[in-house]
């Protein structure tokens, strides 16, 4: 396999339950705990600005309503993304890719964006951000790790920056997921941290791919993805795996 250039451990949407996801006030947070990697989910505003956001809508994370994409950034950007998680956080503004990006470039910090895209805006949501992921890093010793469980998504980045590493997220492991993943020339598999078993992390390291696991919470489920040989966790526990252990 090629060489891999990021850590074992990522936090994740910045520092997983400890502040509001997928602000930067929870990226500062995950790095304090000590993590230089962070997951994210990125999509566009109706205008074409990226920026971070898991859920299509607005209203569990923000206090606005409706669906995101459909919004341009000035009224985005108006928002409070920080109150639903706790008064420590109130006022706390989504951020757009770029400012997520500098963030992370100024500290040395490594990035997995993961694409979000609003419902029917796959290939266009990939194209975009991988094309500003490009121009963000041009100058980057590492790249971000670009994933999505959209093939659609996966398949335009590839297109728009082939250069960027790629990996292809999966809930379930259905019929071709191997072969989609080699297509669209993917270097990891990202999987719901139960998927893997021995013979399934073999097949990927045989194929010349990583292995990465999202949401792992609990030390028994670390233990055994570690035992496996698993090259990467997702993990909202910061507080409780130290990334350098």
Same mark, same amino acid.
């Given at each position: #396999? ?27 947070? !995950?790095?304090? /705990?000590?993590?230089? #990697?962070?997951?994210? $989910? ?5 205008? !074409?600005?990226?920026?971070? #956001?898991?859920?299509?809508? *607005? ?10 994409? $459909? ?13 639903? /998680? ?7 503004? *989504? ?10 470039? /100024? ?26 992921? +490009? ?18 998504? *996966? ?44 013979? +399934? ?7 010349? #791919?990583?292995?990465?696991?999202? +949401? ?12 496996? %040989?698993?090259? %990467? ?11 350098? %252990?």
């Amino acid at each position: #396999m090629n060489p891999w250039p990021y850590p074992r451990w990522i936090a994740h949407r910045g520092a997983g339950k400890l502040a509001p996801e997928n602000t930067l006030a929870a990226f500062r947070v !995950g790095a304090a /705990h000590g993590y230089r #990697m962070f997951e994210c $989910d990125v999509k566009l505003s109706a205008d !074409g600005v990226p920026f971070l #956001m898991h859920d299509a809508t *607005l209203q569990r994370t923000t206090s606005g309503h409706g669906t995101g994409g $459909d919004r341009s950034w000035s009224e985005l950007s108006m928002l409070d993304a920080g109150s639903w /998680h706790s008064r420590t956080f109130a006022g706390e503004p *989504l951020p757009t890719f770029d400012n997520i990006a500098r963030y992370c470039l /100024h500290n040395g910090h490594l990035l997995n964006i993961e694409i979000k895209p609003t419902p029917g805006t796959a290939a266009h949501t990939g194209r975009v951000v991988a094309q500003r992921a +490009t121009e963000l890093w041009a100058q980057a010793d590492t790249p971000p790790l670009l994933t999505s469980f959209e093939p659609d998504a *996966l398949a335009a980045a590839r297109d728009a920056a082939p250069d960027l590493p790629r990996g292809l997220l999966l809930d379930t492991l259905p019929s071709g997921w191997f072969e989609a993943a080699r297509q669209l020339g993917c270097v990891a598999i990202v999987c719901n941290h139960a998927l893997w078993d021995a013979d +399934t992390v073999a097949r990927v390291h045989a194929a010349g #791919m990583r292995t990465l696991s999202y +949401t792992v919470n609990d030390e028994w489920a670390a233990e055994r993805l570690l035992a496996l %040989g698993t090259n %990467g966790i997702i993990t909202d526990r910061v507080d409780l795996f130290s990334p350098i %252990g």
